[in-house]
């Protein structure tokens, strides 16, 4: 039967110098266009031209970048969806947040601490050190004005990365929001636009870096 079918098949196409063609199998002439195949006056299927090397590599290309983009898509939808569970008004994403900075400002406030007695510290040093201007200086005075000063410019950069962290996590919910308040209005997820490293992960918003810790080292004694 299928033999039979086969061969009640027609082959139609409009050949490159215009001319209609006609046969029972695939048409050479037309390779480089679709050929119409009908049984008894019907169209059963359209055969697609073939492809050339390069076209072949060019459509596997693009066949690739749209799985891409379908995938990427349906993972925005994802994320969003998820996004919106976790956060589903102002609230509850304000709440997170404060909850992020609480970390970083604790530490922030013991860098604060620390500066202030490395500071304490330093002073009676640099008292001892008035005695001695003009001569020179006691070795063990000297080291620890300089453990002093080193700790005081750890402690500095410790504070520095603080601070660019507490912007990094305001900056993420920021932008979390700005994408949730879309979501909340009525916008499809997915729909919003594809969002960044950072910013797609609310998990990464929601647990920031650790903060660092204040230098502990301290001047010792005289």
Same mark, same amino acid.
């Given at each position: 039967?299928?033999?039979?079918?086969?061969?009640?098949?027609?082959?139609?196409?409009?050949?490159?110098?215009?001319?209609?063609?006609? =046969?029972?199998?695939?048409?050479?002439?037309?390779? /480089? +266009?679709?050929?119409?195949?009908?049984?008894?006056?019907?169209?059963? +299927?359209?055969?697609?031209?073939?492809?050339? #090397?390069?076209?072949?590599? @060019?459509? @596997?290309?693009?066949?690739?970048?749209?799985?891409?983009?379908?995938? %990427?898509?349906?993972?925005?939808?994802?994320?969003?969806? $998820?996004?919106?569970?976790?956060?589903?008004?102002? @609230?509850?994403?304000?709440?997170?947040?404060? $909850?992020?900075?609480?970390?970083?400002?604790? =530490?922030?406030?013991? =860098?604060?601490?620390?500066? +202030?007695?490395? #500071?304490?510290?330093?002073?009676?040093?640099?008292?001892?050190?008035?005695?001695?201007?003009?001569?020179?200086?006691?070795?063990?005075?000297?080291?620890?004005? /300089?453990?002093?000063?080193? #700790?005081?410019?750890?402690?500095?950069?410790?504070?520095?990365?603080?601070?660019?962290?507490?912007?990094?996590?305001?900056?993420?919910? /920021?932008? &979390?929001?700005?994408?949730?308040?879309?979501?909340?209005?009525?916008? &499809?997820?997915? $729909?919003?636009?594809?969002?960044?490293?950072?910013?797609? =992960?609310?998990?990464? #918003?929601?647990?920031?870096?650790? %903060?660092?810790?204040?230098?502990?080292?301290?001047?010792?004694?005289?």
């Amino acid at each position: 039967m299928a033999g039979a079918n086969a061969a009640n098949q027609i082959f139609t196409c409009v050949a490159a110098n215009g001319r209609t063609l006609t =046969s029972d199998r695939l048409i050479p002439e037309c390779m /480089d +266009r679709e050929q119409r195949v009908t049984r008894d006056g019907l169209l059963v +299927r359209v055969v697609p031209p073939s492809l050339t #090397a390069d076209e072949r590599t @060019e459509k @596997e290309a693009r066949d690739r970048r749209l799985a891409a983009e379908k995938e %990427a898509k349906a993972e925005a939808a994802r994320r969003d969806r $998820s996004l919106m569970q976790r956060y589903p008004n102002t @609230e509850a994403h304000q709440k997170a947040r404060e $909850s992020a900075l609480a970390d970083v400002r604790t =530490s922030m406030q013991l =860098s604060e601490l620390r500066q +202030r007695e490395l #500071a304490a510290e330093r002073k009676p040093l640099l008292d001892e050190a008035e005695f001695y201007k003009g001569k020179a200086m006691p070795a063990k005075l000297r080291q620890q004005l /300089d453990a002093n000063e080193a #700790a005081t410019g750890a402690q500095r950069d410790v504070q520095n990365n603080q601070k660019a962290e507490l912007d990094r996590v305001n900056k993420l919910f /920021d932008t &979390e929001l700005g994408r949730l308040k879309r979501l909340w209005a009525g916008a &499809e997820p997915g $729909s919003v636009g594809l969002a960044t490293a950072e910013a797609a =992960s609310a998990a990464t #918003a929601s647990a920031p870096a650790k %903060a660092a810790k204040p230098v502990a080292a301290r001047t010792t004694g005289k």
